[in-house]
Nanobody, 127 residues
């Protein structure tokens, strides 16, 4: 059974930076495309970023383009989300997820395509 564990969340001031991580265990990491989603109070879970199995293709929601960077280290079975120029509207619980529907060079933004989810890590950006 694949397990995903996020870490690195916390409280940061607006304009600051934070890196969150997601460690994958219980399976082979390389076959999975990885994504980050977030859910703010009272809102639906939304796509943030995704990275292909090879790491060569990435995809971002428009609101984070130029500020967030997704990356993966297949040797460490870990995916990262580097967040910069954070805004209060970035405040949410951030979830990582794994999927095997996409090809090696593609990503998917659809929540329903992801098979495995972490428990989430809280990111709070103060104004």
């Amino acid at each position: 059974q694949v397990q995903l564990v996020e870490s690195g969340g916390g409280l940061v001031q607006a304009g600051g930076s934070l890196r969150i991580s997601c460690a994958v265990s219980g399976g082979t990491f390389r076959p999975y495309g990885m994504g980050w989603f977030r859910q703010a109070p009272g809102k639906e879970r939304e796509f943030v970023a995704a990275i292909s199995r090879t790491g060569r293709t990435t995809n971002y929601v428009d609101s984070v383009k130029g500020r967030f960077t997704i990356s993966r280290d297949n040797a460490k079975n870990t995916v990262y989300l580097q967040m910069s120029s954070l805004k209060p509207e970035d405040t949410a619980v951030y979830y990582c997820a794994a999927e095997r529907r996409s090809s090696y060079f593609d990503t998917t933004t659809h929540l329903a395509d992801y098979d495995y989810w972490g428990q989430g890590t809280q990111v709070t950006v103060s104004s």
